[in-house]
RNA sequence: UGCCCGAUAGUAUAAUGGUAGUACGACAGAUUUUGGUUCUGUUUGUCGAGGUUCGAAUCCUCGUCGGGCAACCA
């Protein structure tokens, strides 16, 4: 009961209500949606929320979705992004009820656009560009439509037939559909809906030489397809009285077009154009790297398709352009991360830290992998009397509320023994080189019978028995919250510090059979997955996000 | 200057003519063998002016502000 409850008070989006309506008027009997990426660059984030909307539409009223891609464009067009879309949508978790291409339907297109001609509705057009450019008009002055648009029904067929031929140069015909050139609307004024390529397509190779254009394939495709709510982004808008009156004139499946506001997230950028430069100018290694906004980026720094779909879900859909905070994303990472990851010791920048009362080789000490697991396993870590602690971990004249470890001041180390800290002791040029400690013997973790109450708890790691690995700190990719909309180049606002590497950090030694496919947290850093480059030889961990640390915030505001 | 969208805390997002709520953030406190997690509390909002109504974030009018539209791109 208390579930349903709940179940009615989520509200739904303005998509949802619409396909609600059209379920219980009994318009549709179940829908079908898709998701239509143009394979010229690699999806990002912002692409994710069109996917779990469209799949998630599908799913959550039992219809389908199709993945489609729109690839009238041969110029730009690759199969290697066609794989890596399909690499990234199965990993994000979703299932295509069929994979499709715009090209599936080129000989469709070309019947439709031979009917438009037949309607009197199209015709070839000899200008070039800037002409048909300036017979346009402007948003407030009319178009003129020129000599070509009267030319006949057979002579139109003619020429068109002649254009898939191959007779023509690029750029020398055009075929336009013919509408309204004095509409308020841009887009009903003639548009172009094919032309002249003669290009090599990804898949069906040399076989056209002529291309529809988005308008004319988009909304014919989702029609073909039967899709009953196409959902796209904001600025197709303009377009949606174009997408209906091919609909209409074509007397084909009347799909309906939708519009949401896009994702923008603050301090990247999301435009496969901005993306695609980043890369080639590189500014970042690749597609994948790690700083980059794009699925696949997100994927090799450590973040989740869990995490991600959440995401996509708490930042909800509407119509109005948003800037969404970096830190929500930082939020429902951490929350996953925060359950599943196994905890382990690493110190990237080492002090060392004698304890002189401690006479045994070595022990091995307990401790659990994972807290937040009522069940969790443990793993055993060896103590010794040599040990590394974080440098930024020890202050010879330390501020108040300092918990840390400083002359006479006492800490816990992680799973392990109190200490205290009795001599520091320095170069020649004053730097500190290592600090003596003793060790209070009855305060081993889990059998503490000293009856000491510390307030620092520190990660630290046997320096005899630790292992290298190569670190990458990652952070945000520019240094203003809205790089796009900003003065000048954008590229101008990249943050330098993007990445720092840590060449050779302290591990505990467990962390010799690290995993691929499992995430870790660096106790007191932040949370971590290997790199794919990581190997036998050199070990290369990629951070995902830090911890919530409230005491650098403390220290900030001083 | 034409047409089209949109406007609710710092950021998002609910309230569908009837108590302006939620999340993230920020701030304060409690707990803690991670300055993490968890828990508690605090803070801040209906773009403006009119109108309709017993009652308006919601409906109407006029403004204001933001975004989009003039690629042989999608």
């Known amino acids: 009961m208390a579930e349903v409850k709940k179940e009615e008070e989520k509200s739904l989006n303005f998509l949802e209500e619409i396909v609600e309506q059209d379920l219980q008027s009994g318009k549709y009997e179940s829908i079908r949606t898709r998701f239509p990426p143009e394979p010229n660059g690699y999806l990002h984030i912002g692409h994710s929320k069109s996917i779990c909307l469209n799949f998630g539409l599908a799913l959550k009223y039992g219809g389908k979705t199709n993945l489609r891609f729109d690839d009238t464009n041969p110029t730009t067009e690759e199969t290697e992004y066609v794989d890596s879309i399909k690499d990234d949508i199965r990993w ?80 020398e015909k055009v075929l336009r559909a013919k509408i309204d050139m004095t509409s ?115 994927r090799r720094r450590g973040y989740t398709p869990e995490s991600i779909k959440n995401f996509a879900d708490k930042i909800g859909v509407q119509k109005r352009e948003n800037l969404i905070d970096l830190s929500l994303l930082e939020f429902c990472i951490r929350e996953h991360l925060n359950k599943i990851a196994m905890r382990k010791m690493v110190v990237f920048d080492p002090l060392k830290v004698v304890i002189t009362n401690y006479t045994d080789d070595h022990e091995l ?58 001599e520091v002791v320095k170069d020649e040029a004053g730097n500190i080189t290592e600090v003596r400690c003793t060790y209070i013997p009855e305060s081993k973790s889990g059998a503490d019978t000293s009856g000491l109450k510390v307030q620092g708890t520190l990660q630290w790691v046997s320096i005899k028995h630790a292992i290298t690995a190569e670190i990458c700190l990652y952070d945000r990719l520019f240094r203003v919250e809205d790089p796009s909309n900003e003065e000048g180049d954008f590229k101008n606002y990249i943050n330098p510090d993007s990445l720092q590497v840590i060449k050779s950090a302290f591990c505990e030694p467990s962390l010799k059979n690290a995993k691929f496919d499992q995430r870790y947290q660096f106790m007191r850093k932040g949370y971590f997955c290997l790199d794919k480059t990581s190997s036998e030889e050199k070990i290369v961990f990629n951070r995902t996000v830090t911890l919530k640390d409230t005491w650098a915030k403390e220290q900030k505001k001083v």
């Open 92 to 171: 994000l978790g979703f299932e295509w009820a069929n994979e499709l291409y715009a090209s599936d339907y080129f000989e469709n297109l070309y019947e439709f656009a031979v009917k438009l001609i037949k309607k009197g509705l199209a015709y070839v057009d000899d200008s070039n560009s800037e002409e048909i450019a300036k017979q346009k008009g402007t948003p407030t002055e009319a178009g003129i439509r020129n000599k070509f648009a009267e030319r006949t029904v057979e002579e139109n067929l003619q020429l068109f037939s002649e254009m898939r031929e191959g007779k023509f140069k690029d750029g």
């Open 184 to 298: 308020p609307n841009m887009h009903m004024r003639d548009p172009i809906i094919y032309r002249i390529k003669h290009a090599h397509h990804h898949r069906t190779g040399d076989k056209w030489c002529i291309y529809p254009m988005y308008d004319f394939a988009h909304g014919q495709s989702d029609s073909i397809e039967n899709i009953t709510h196409s959902i796209c982004t904001l600025e197709f808008i303009p377009h949606r009285p174009l997408y209906d009156w091919f609909i209409n004139e074509l007397e084909i499946f009347p799909s309906r077009q939708y519009e949401f506001a896009r994702l923008n997230l603050n301090y990247t950028v999301m435009s496969k154009r901005k993306l695609l430069q980043l890369v080639n100018e590189k500014f970042v290694t690749s597609w994948d790297d790690p700083r980059m906004p794009t699925i696949s980026g997100y």
């Open 365 to 422: 000490v307990k401790s659990e992998d994972n807290p937040e697991d009522d069940n969790t396993s443990h793993r055993e870590i060896p103590f010794s009397a040599e040990l590394y602690i974080e440098k930024e971990d020890f202050m010879e004249n330390p501020p108040k509320k300092f918990f840390r470890l400083a002359p006479g001041q006492k800490v816990r180390l992680k799973s392990a023994y109190i200490i205290q800290c009795n």
